[in-house]
T-cell receptor
């Protein structure tokens, strides 16, 4: 069965410092993994996706994530936070042909000036 | 290319009423899925339609229903509204014909308040 766990409900960083949002997943098959971002009162926007190609995935706005099968992790990182990165981030797992797309509970990122 | 359009953006209903929400996917996308987002439960999957057929359904009561038209536009309906139905309802469309492989493109949502 699929599941996804975002290890932090809130993360607070200072502008210009690195961002790390953690995600662990469980999947019976080779999963597709995604990170989405949601700004207040907006829909979700795709940051990046992993679909069994390169394990280091680069996304928009300087974000990247590394797929680590041995650790069943797909952590999201960014070298330097910007105020505009303040939002909620969702880790998502699905299986090709599978019946469900599972969303994590979300991590709210706060960026301090 | 126009994005996913959801209408109405905001609405207020009273308990016992029913509501219909509309979603127009990106042109060419045949998969449309619906999600309920609340502070307490997070994002929960409602159902997914592909080429007018419901191919997956989440764990919601029968008061929640949906349909998809031949032009891929989709509607969802909630009957006999309860206070707990207050939420942001998000629609997403996808190009991928194989479930689970494609990027989801989300609309901005319909925020429903039940009084």
């Amino acid at each position: 069965a699929q599941s996804v766990t975002q290890l932090d409900s809130h993360v607070s960083v200072s502008e210009g410092t690195p961002v790390l949002l953690r995600c662990n997943y469980s999947s019976s098959y080779s999963p597709s993994l995604f990170w989405y971002v949601q700004h207040p009162n907006k829909g979700l926007q795709l940051l990046l996706k992993y679909t069994s190609a390169a394990t280091l995935v680069k996304g928009i706005n300087g974000f990247e994530a590394e797929f680590k099968k041995s650790e069943t992790s797909f952590h999201l990182t960014k070298p330097s936070a910007h105020m505009s990165d303040a939002a909620e981030y969702f880790c998502v797992v699905s299986e090709a042909g599978g019946f469900k797309t599972i969303f994590g509970a979300g991590t709210r990122l706060f960026v301090k000036a | 290319k126009a994005g996913v359009t959801q209408t109405p953006r905001y609405l207020i209903k009273t308990r016992g009423q029913q509501v219909t929400l509309s979603c127009s996917p990106i042109s060419g996308h045949r998969s449309v899925s619906w999600y309920q987002q609340t502070p307490g439960q997070g994002l929960q999957f409602l159902f997914e339609y592909f080429s007018e057929t419901q191919r997956n359904k989440g764990n919601f009561p029968g008061r929640f229903s949906g349909r998809q038209f031949s032009n891929s536009r989709s509607e969802m309906n909630v009957s006999t509204l309860e206070l707990g139905d207050s939420a942001l309802y998000l629609c997403a469309s996808s190009l991928a014909e194989t479930r689970g492989t494609g990027e989801l493109f989300f609309g901005e949502g319909s925020r429903l308040t039940v009084l």
